[in-house]
């Protein structure tokens, strides 16, 4: 079996690369579309969606195509990747010295037969209290603009980051311990209905 991840972050490929599989890089890219009463729900249809894109071209053959996506959470409100720097500043000010959630949807959709696995994992992160300046000044680093919620945690925000409560990587953009025990449980079903 062949895979793919519907990703062009070169944080997912860095994360699935610890997988220990081969795999080429297929972004999708199609127009993200919320739909779910959930973050759990909203991230899980919308990995599905980037998965699904990619699997449609690969319909004749033994694919699996992973798709992810990732989303900041801050008093019930979803935060995705600033489009300025006034809502980079926004968001960083909402998260400093607060602690919000971080959600990553997985979307597995194995192309020939259709079958679908998704899940979502979600992270608890601590911001340390930040000063005006401090803002402004992760903001003139340009990092925050690629990345839901306006920061990275991997990178120059993680001086700020105070603590969190479940998997690091899943705040880089992969749960990657989960998604590892998914792709061995998916072979190990492969392997036995191949048995039959």
Partial sequence: MKYILASQSPRRKELLGRCKITFTIEPAK????????????????????KAQEIADQHRDEDVLVIGADTVVVYEEQILGKPQDKEELISMIRSLQGNTHKVYTGVALIHAQSGKVKSFAEETKVRFF???????????????????????????????????????????VGLPIARLYRELQNLVEIEQGESNV
Wanted: charged share 25%.
């Fill in 129 to 171: 209290p930040m000063t005006e300046e401090e803002i402004i000044s992760y903001e003139a680093t340009g990092d925050g603009y690629d990345k839901a919620g306006g920061y990275g945690i991997q990178s120059e925000a993680a001086i700020f980051i105070a603590g969190i409560e479940g998997d690091y990587n899943n705040v």
């Fill in 30 to 49: 199609g127009e993200e579309q919320i739909i779910g009463d959930s973050p759990e729900e909203i991230v899980q249809n919308l990995a599905l969606a």
